[in-house]
């Protein structure tokens, strides 16, 4: 299946410091959104932005939208140890077909 | 609502085997999606349904996978007969379209190991 892209593949940060993880998409959107996987579990929904929002935040979670360069953020602030886990991002076209990132793999240090 | 139900959670199998891999979707939704998740391939979707109608299989990697939905509260993902290759966590998805919203909620996945 068509996948986006995401950078970086692999981040490590110190606790307390900001993550932020890119995600490029090739096709029109509906929507995009963020998932987290933590180590050996299920996918778990973070955050949707739809294809005329720019930009939206849910805690410490920021995600940004440009649909000129096809791209979006991640932001996620004052990390902690429990944000570690490997990041996703899906783009939704207007077949409601989900298109996956590669993942970001985000190691929080203590 | 309980969430997207997969059964079992692991399944150990020896190769050439029968595998049945079960999902109850949220009750409403009427999108229905497998996923398969390797280290190596990331996460791929192999089929998807809508109104118990498979929609897209291309993603189905051989005859040897096949996926049922007899109705709006059950499907089956078979793999006959198993290959070590096939060892992966298996996920099932759902969602119900709405004003634009796509949010597809997973189930914990099946680790599926063949040996």
């Known amino acids: 299946s068509q996948q986006g892209e995401e950078d970086p593949q692999a981040l490590s940060i110190q606790e307390g410091e900001n993550a932020t993880m890119n995600c490029s998409y090739k096709?029109?959107?509906?929507?995009l959104q963020w998932y987290r996987q933590n180590s050996g579990r299920g996918l778990v929904h973070l955050i949707l932005?739809?294809?005329n929002e720019r930009e939206k935040h849910s805690g410490r979670l920021r995600v940004t939208l440009d649909t000129s360069k096809k791209s979006s953020s991640l932001l996620i602030t004052a990390s902690r140890a429990a944000d570690t886990a490997s990041y996703f991002c899906?783009?939704?076209?207007?077949?409601?077909?989900?298109?996956w990132g590669a993942g970001t793999k985000l190691i929080i240090k203590p | 609502d309980a969430g997207v139900i997969q059964s079992p959670r692991h399944e150990v199998t020896e190769m050439g085997q029968e595998v049945t891999l079960r999902c109850k979707p949220i009750?409403?939704?009427?999108?229905l999606f497998w996923y398969r998740q390797t280290m190596m391939r990331g996460l791929e979707l192999l089929i998807y349904?809508?109104?118990?109608?498979?929609?897209?299989d291309s993603g189905m990697p051989e005859d040897r996978f096949s996926a049922k939905m007899p109705n709006a509260s059950f499907s089956t993902l078979k793999i006959q007969p198993s290959e070590p290759r096939d060892s992966a966590v298996y996920f099932c998805?759902?969602?119900?379209?709405?004003?634009?919203?796509?949010?597809?909620?997973f189930g914990q996945g099946t680790r599926l190991t063949v040996v």
């Open positions: 998805a759902s969602s119900r379209p709405h004003r634009g919203s796509t949010e597809a909620f």
């Open positions: 009750s409403g939704h009427d999108y």
């Open positions: 349904f809508n109104n118990n109608v498979p929609i897209d």
């Open positions: 096709t029109s959107i509906n929507n």
């Open positions: 932005i739809r294809s």
């Open positions: 899906v783009s939704s076209d207007s077949n409601y077909q989900l298109i």
